[in-house]
């Protein structure tokens, strides 16, 4: 976690009247300062009004290039809270401490698609949820999506229930492998997407409007997903369901399990 972090509003002695502290259109309902720092506060770079969102940018892009200099030839590999456009070059991000809830779980999926738009394209939730304790039906579900984030990683807080798939039982054993076992057959593809990510900017996980631009039945849909241009991941993500309806856009589409054909007029 690298955000900055003050127990104070800006300073024990204050901040200075300045439209940097009090700005015409202030964002949401806390001050700039609220637990940071005074925005005319000087940075190497300039006033921390300016710069307080490259915090991240500037930590994740030494960091790089120490870790290219202790291990060259190596590629770094940096995991970030904190994040802001244009860091995707020099790191990973994740969400942040969700909740292990059915909610958190739904709204990991936009989440993933916005940091990709963002390009920060090797992004992931804490699969299973952060915080609280998880259950068995909840973490089954999540892991079968999660093994479809970039970044795939079952995390939790201290304290809370083992969320391990060994430690939940065999149905999360048994959910966990089967997605975890297409996700390492599909390595090669989801490396290729990176490399394409890297090489010419474009989205690993992606909204489905981003390759049926024309289908306006695309435009709204948030609880699917595609890797690239040919896959399509359609999760359960309903309390109870055993049973998904999902879109599929004009085209011929292949289901992974039994290699069915689907031939859809969206």
Same mark, same amino acid.
């Given at each position: 976690?690298?955000?900055?972090?003050?127990?104070?509003?800006? %300073?024990?002695?204050?901040?200075?009247?300045?439209?940097?502290?009090?700005?015409?259109?202030?964002?949401?309902?806390?001050?700039?300062?609220?637990?940071?720092?005074?925005?005319?506060?000087?940075? *190497?770079?300039?006033?921390?009004?300016?710069?307080?969102?490259?915090?991240?940018?500037?930590? %994740?892009?030494?960091?790089?290039?120490?870790?290219?200099?202790?291990?060259?030839?190596?590629?770094?590999?940096?995991?970030?809270?904190?994040?802001?456009?244009?860091?995707?070059?020099?790191?990973?991000?994740?969400?942040?401490?969700?909740?292990?809830?059915?909610?958190?779980?739904?709204?990991?999926?936009?989440?993933?698609?916005? *940091?990709?738009?963002?390009?920060?394209? *090797?992004?992931?939730?804490?699969?299973?949820?952060?915080?609280?304790?998880?259950?068995?039906?909840l973490c089954a579900r999540w892991m079968? /999506?999660?093994?479809?984030?970039?970044? %795939?990683?079952?995390?939790?807080?201290?304290?809370?229930?083992?969320?391990?798939?060994?430690?939940?039982?065999?149905?999360?054993?048994?959910? %966990?492998?089967?997605?975890?076992?297409?996700?390492?057959?599909?390595?090669?593809?989801?490396?290729?997407?990176?490399?394409?990510?890297?090489?010419?900017?474009?989205?690993?996980?992606?909204?489905?409007?981003?390759?049926?631009?024309?289908?306006?039945?695309?435009?709204?849909?948030?609880?699917? *997903?595609?890797?690239?241009?040919?896959?399509?991941?359609?999760?359960? /993500?309903?309390?109870?369901?055993?049973?998904?309806?999902?879109?599929?856009?004009?085209?011929?589409?292949?289901?992974?399990?039994?290699?069915? /054909? /689907?031939?859809?007029?969206?």
């Amino acid at each position: 976690m690298n955000e900055i972090s003050n127990f104070l509003d800006g %300073s024990d002695k204050g901040c200075p009247d300045s439209p940097l502290e009090n700005p015409r259109y202030e964002p949401g309902y806390l001050t700039l300062r609220k637990n940071s720092v005074c925005m005319t506060a000087k940075t *190497f770079a300039g006033n921390y009004y300016d710069t307080h969102n490259l915090y991240s940018t500037y930590e %994740s892009h030494v960091t790089h290039k120490a870790l290219q200099k202790i291990r060259p030839g190596k590629r770094p590999f940096i995991l970030s809270r904190s994040t802001f456009s244009g860091q995707g070059q020099y790191g990973t991000h994740w969400t942040g401490d969700v909740d292990s809830s059915w909610d958190d779980f739904k709204f990991s999926i936009p989440s993933i698609l916005d *940091f990709n738009v963002f390009g920060i394209p *090797f992004v992931g939730a804490d699969i299973c949820g952060f915080r609280d304790s998880t259950t068995e039906e909840l973490c089954a579900r999540w892991m079968s /999506l999660g093994a479809f984030y970039p970044f %795939s990683r079952n995390h939790n807080t201290e304290g809370a229930r083992d969320q391990d798939p060994a430690a939940l039982g065999p149905k999360v054993l048994s959910a %966990s492998k089967k997605a975890l076992d297409i996700r390492y057959t599909l390595i090669p593809h989801l490396y290729t997407l990176f490399y394409r990510a890297h090489n010419f900017g474009e989205t690993v996980a992606r909204p489905l409007f981003f390759n049926f631009p024309k289908d306006t039945k695309t435009y709204t849909i948030e609880t699917q *997903f595609m890797w690239g241009s040919h896959i399509l991941i359609i999760p359960v /993500l309903q309390q109870g369901a055993t049973s998904v309806n999902g879109y599929l856009p004009e085209g011929r589409w292949w289901t992974w399990n039994t290699t069915s /054909l /689907l031939n859809s007029r969206g």
